[in-house]
């Protein structure tokens, strides 16, 4: 039976759902099983052209769409781009600004902590990949009788809908690669996208190519007690 909370007419609340119980054993075990799975997920430059099916990336997203945000609001939207003429309009407009990023427009500390990593401004993946999927932060909302609306804690709500949709991708067997060429705002244009709406990232997606290889830096992870403090 629903439940309808004292002095807050529009609050309505169903049984808690899919509750799951497992022994402290068993927590342990599945906490383990999932860091060992990500242990296995690897940021990559070097894709194939092996085709994904749409499928593939329909449940992806729909798990990306199951964040928590900010009132619910869901401030996301997704355009998955795999037709060949679109990303190769992504890929020239993101490597002019990344040539001038490189060309001194970073600054040398920046530049020099990308160093270890060996990226430059050509950017191959975004044509070769199967996938570009780009993110889009509603910066408001627009309703139905044109009214603007508020959303609430769009960098982070957006941000955690990122990241489940990378982790969705790497358990289907897909590498990822985040891709953040500033400005973005030619992705408006390109993607179809309205004005209140600003580009959060291009999500780099596909197999792995045969040959790719990652930077050893990549790989270097803090322990535990440089990234948790418990009280």
Same mark, same amino acid.
């Given at each position: ?53 749409? @499928?593939?990336?329909?449940?992806? =997203?729909?798990? !990306? &769409?199951? *964040? ?6 869901? #401030?996301?939207? /997704? ?83 990122? @990241?489940?949709?990378?982790?969705? =991708?790497?358990? !289907? &067997?897909? *590498? ?6 500033? #400005?973005?705002? /030619? ?45």
């Amino acid at each position: 039976m629903s439940q309808a909370r004292i002095g807050v007419p529009d609050y309505e609340a169903i049984p808690l759902p899919d509750r799951r119980h497992f022994s402290d054993a068993e927590m342990v075990e599945r906490a383990e099983r999932f860091l060992a799975e990500m242990k296995t997920r690897h940021t990559v430059r070097d894709f194939a052209p092996t085709p994904v099916p749409r @499928g593939v990336i329909e449940a992806c =997203l729909l798990t !990306a &769409g199951r *964040a928590p945000s900010g009132a619910n609001h869901q #401030p996301w939207h /997704f355009v998955a781009v795999g037709e060949p003429a679109v990303k190769k309009r992504i890929r020239e407009a993101a490597e002019a600004e990344e040539k001038a990023f490189y060309a001194g427009k970073a600054g040398d500390e920046w530049l020099s902590d990308l160093a270890p990593l060996g990226t430059d401004s050509d950017k191959p993946f975004l044509e070769t990949a199967p996938w570009l999927v780009v993110v889009f932060a509603e910066r408001y909302r627009i309703e139905a009788n044109r009214k603007i609306g508020k959303n609430y804690y769009i960098g982070e709500s957006v941000g955690i809908a990122t @990241g489940m949709l990378i982790t969705a =991708l790497h358990c !289907a &067997g897909l *590498a990822t690669l985040t891709h953040t060429p500033n #400005p973005m705002r /030619f992705l408006n244009q390109i993607c179809g996208r309205p004005e209140n709406e600003k580009p959060y990232l291009i999500l780099v997606a596909g197999h792995a190519a045969d040959d790719a290889t990652v930077p050893r830096h990549a790989k270097v992870k803090k322990p535990l007690e440089e990234i948790a403090t418990f009280l």
